[in-house]
């Protein structure tokens, strides 16, 4: 095994959701940037998770995020040769938002491409196993086959999703005692809707239930949904995995090994007892099956469901979030619940962004300190894109200011950030 050492101003813990954007942010502002990425792509939930639903751009009343995360959507949309939609023109009458599609191959590639062009530097397939504090920097032990890397930085952003560096530092973490569940997304296409019947497919569906054919969580939106939604969808964002702890190797084999035991039973029944779904093609699958939530650090400031419900405008604000909450559990399936008015906006504050009783770390995405309602509102996937362009800002301006994160002000996070491109908050 090779032994290499590395120099640069900060290190982005993972380039899913919230890092991708975290690091293009830093190294556009003129910080030395990598990026230490256990998998093979950046996008994170939205590419290898499968989940190609960033959302929400815009609420009725205007954009809610913009800057890196809608300039690298819209760049996707242009290389597909098709128009960005026009969000005026959406009658959100199921939600308040509006859902985005990006293409997931075309998506990963742009985000990387954007990153490298901006001098970020990239290492796949390698995860940090040690972090040690050395006078005012960060000693970074990372580890891939063949190879031993050993970075020094002055400010690390956790963009983990499981509070991976929170943890490897000792600091306190948030978990609930029961999580969410997660989910493996797959698509399966080229059912024949027109032999679809809504109350047939729905009987056939409640019999195998009963004769345990499908087994709950198969079908995770049976409680708010027909089944023929499930049809409708190809199955894609509809399968629970319960207990679905992927923070470790042994919780991401499990979950992966149930995700994918559901999507096969799922795909034999379509294709066995659903008239229309004998021609039916398993499409895509996932690399790995997700989580919704695990580990999170215990912040300076924790959010609070009164907080996100009555959208308090914190002092501190570093971005927006979004106007519902979307729980959901074993019991439930899916349970929505909508803000009372969609004038109403959350908004993420800094202190919520910085481990409690630490220096040089802040975290962004679903490491977000914030109790499990107020969490299963801010988790969104463009709240964590714009958690992330935040903290990258935010890393810069400490790095450039000769300051810890944590000593930079809010109000300046904010403004760096709108210069590239965000909504001002």
């Known amino acids: ?15 899913g959701t919230a ?3 975290a690091a293009i942010q830093a190294a556009r502002a003129g910080v030395t940037t990598s990026v230490i990425e256990a998998g093979s ?17 815009f609420s009725p009343h205007g954009p809610v ?3 890196i995360p809608w300039e690298l959507y819209t760049k996707t949309k242009e290389i597909e040769g098709l128009e960005v939609p026009d969000y005026r023109k959406r009658r959100p009458a199921e939600s308040p938002g509006h859902y985005s599609y990006i293409n997931i191959p075309i998506y990963s590639a742009v985000a990387e491409e954007e990153a490298l062009h901006a001098g970020v530097i990239l290492h796949y397939h390698e995860f940090i196993a040690d972090i040690q504090a ?25 963009c983990s999703g499981d509070a991976d560096i929170v943890r490897l530092l000792g600091l306190e973490v948030l ?25 047939e497919v729905q009987t056939i569906y409640e019999e195998a239930m009963e004769s345990g054919d499908l087994k709950q969580g198969d079908f995770a939106y049976a409680n708010m949904e027909p089944f023929k939604y499930y049809l409708d969808h190809g199955g894609h964002n509809a399968t629970h995995i319960y207990n679905a702890n992927t923070y470790d190797a042994d919780g991401q084999t499990r979950a992966n090994i149930e995700g994918r035991e559901r999507m096969l039973r799922m795909f034999k029944f379509v294709r066995t007892s659903i008239p229309g779904g004998e021609r039916a093609v398993l499409k895509m699958m996932a690399p790995h099956a997700l989580a919704r939530e695990t580990f999170h650090a215990l912040g300076e400031y924790v959010i609070t469901r009164d907080d996100f419900i009555n959208a308090v405008d914190f002092e501190d604000k570093v971005c927006n979030a979004f106007n519902y909450v979307d729980m959901h559990s074993q019991e439930i399936g899916c349970e929505v619940q909508f ?17 409690k009783g630490s220096w040089r770390i802040t975290v962004a995405g679903r490491n977000v300190s914030a109790n499990r309602v107020a969490f ?11 958690m992330g362009q935040a903290m990258g800002a935010a890393a810069a301006l400490a790095v450039q200011r000769g300051v810890t994160s944590r000593e930079v002000n809010s109000q300046d996070i904010v403004a760096l950030t709108v210069e590239h491109g965000a909504v001002p908050v």
């Open 1 to 15: 095994m090779k032994s290499i050492h590395e120099t640069v101003d900060v290190v982005i813990a993972g380039g």
């Open 41 to 57: 792509m950046l996008g994170g939930t939205m590419t290898a998770g499968g989940v190609y639903m960033p959302n929400h751009f």
């Open 65 to 67: 995020v913009q800057g």
């Open 175 to 199: 978990k609930s005692k029961v999580t969410q569940p997660g989910a493996l997304q797959y698509k399966i296409e080229d059912i024949e809707y027109e032999q679809v019947w809504k109350e």
């Open 339 to 355: 803000l009372e008015s969609d004038d109403l906006l959350p908004k993420v504050p800094y202190r919520a962004l910085i481990p």
């Open 19 to 21: 890092g991708h954007v």
């Open 134 to 158: 050395v006078g005012g920097f960060w000693e970074i032990t990372s580890y891939g086959r063949g190879v031993q890397r050993i970075t020094k930085a002055k400010e690390i952003i956790d």
């Open 376 to 386: 299963a509102g801010i988790r969104a996937q463009c709240t964590c894109m714009s």
